[in-house]
């Protein structure tokens, strides 16, 4: 197929449709409002479920009953409006349940702003509602990758019994950029052996539930749900590594932070500085053991993201102190400039590194001096 000028949001949404999505349930926020409102007139044309729904809440709990069905089903917000779906989500994770979530980040915390932030990096690697639980989480940086993430999103799903984020920010959901789009793949006609399908043949009853008044049958779930954590930590270690051959230094980032990194260490590979990027591509399950072994033959690492440095601290956890980290970031709904990220690696070059204090203390004093 050949290439094509697309908005994130909706490249995203027309990869999901695809990839085979069966019904979306959402509610508008900005910057995510476009895929829902591509997807209000592409859904009922094909004859697929489309509900905006009263509110992020009501949204959330839709996707919960249509994903028991084992039917490929998704749904998207924007910072405030992913905090508000967490008590849903964590029903969901407790039911053992395949959804696919998009987040397209925002300033914040509260309503924040529309500017592009990766503030929700806790709440998605971390977390998110109560209990013990994971989620898988892939961050694309471009509109292609966008695509080509969200088409293999419903998979991972389906493969782990999990929640799968698509993990972007404003920028990656607003610009246009040139991109394949996938063929159109065919809907579902087979169900797994749990889905809530109806009687079918006489079958005995199918019960989907998140609560167990027995605390050894909660137990023997969590276990059953963290056996497949530990098989995805194994064999979902996904990165892009830029001019890590002949490294001294790297930069670590994720999406759009990771992106407008490429170019900071282009312009410092064109002074001679021997710095590489390393870009995860999903942050959930963090590719430690990556991070943890070019930590051992680098001279220093900068950790940069749109945050005040969440990945920053399993960047740390994984480095093991070992090897001196410095911090920079942007809040508040602002992006990094490649000259400012410049800067920092030209002070990451000349030194003095230290392992000893908070990487984030350092870029704090740093920056509160100018605020």
Excluded at 3 to 14: C, F, S
Excluded at 75 to 92: A, D, N, R
Excluded at 311 to 316: K, T
Excluded at 329 to 345: M, S, W
Aim: glycine share 10%; charged share 20%; hydrophobic share 40%.
């Amino acid at each position: 197929m050949s290439r094509q000028l697309l908005k994130g949001n909706e490249a995203i949404a027309e990869a999901a449709v695809r990839a085979g999505l069966q019904a979306y349930f959402g509610y508008p926020i900005t910057p995510q409002t476009e895929l829902l409102e591509y997807l209000s007139l592409r859904m009922p044309e094909l004859g697929r479920g489309f509900v905006q729904a009263e509110s992020e809440l009501a949204a959330i709990n839709m996707v919960y009953g249509a994903a028991c069905t084992g039917a490929r089903v998704m749904t998207s917000s924007s910072s405030p409006g992913i905090s508000l779906m967490m008590e849903g989500l964590s029903y969901i994770a407790g039911t053992e349940l395949p959804v696919v979530m998009v987040d397209v980040m925002r300033g914040g915390p509260g309503l924040g702003n529309l500017g592009p932030s990766q503030g929700d990096y806790n709440q998605i690697v971390h977390g998110g509602g109560h209990g013990d639980y994971h989620c898988l989480a892939l961050a694309p940086s471009n509109v292609q990758e966008a695509i080509d993430m969200t088409a293999e999103a419903f998979d991972l799903a389906e493969q782990y019994r999990m929640i799968t984020w698509i993990v972007i920010d404003g920028l990656i959901g607003q610009i246009m950029e040139p991109a394949e789009l996938p063929p159109m793949q065919p809907l579902k006609t087979s169900y797994p052996d749990w889905a809530t399908r109806g009687a079918e043949g006489g079958r005995k009853a199918r019960l989907l539930k998140s609560f167990y008044v027995d605390t050894l049958e909660e137990e023997a779930v969590n276990i059953r749900m963290l056996k497949r954590w530990q098989e995805a930590r194994e064999h979902l270690v996904r990165y892009r590594a830029y001019y890590m051959e002949d490294a001294q230094f790297a930069v670590i980032g994720f999406g759009s932070a990771g992106r407008i990194a490429l170019s900071a260490v282009r312009a410092a590979r064109a002074e001679g500085i021997k710095v590489g990027l390393l870009r995860p591509l999903v942050i959930s399950p963090f590719p430690e053991a990556v991070v943890r072994e070019v930590a051992d033959r680098l001279e220093g690492i900068l950790v940069v993201e749109m945050n005040a440095g969440m990945m920053l601290d399993d960047v740390l956890l994984a480095t093991e102190k070992k090897t001196p980290v410095e911090f920079y970031g942007r809040v508040g709904g602002n992006a990094p400039l490649p000259d400012e990220i410049l800067e920092e690696i030209h002070r990451l070059a000349k030194g003095p590194l230290t392992t000893s204090g908070h990487p984030r203390d350092r870029w704090f004093n740093r920056i509160s001096k100018n605020n």
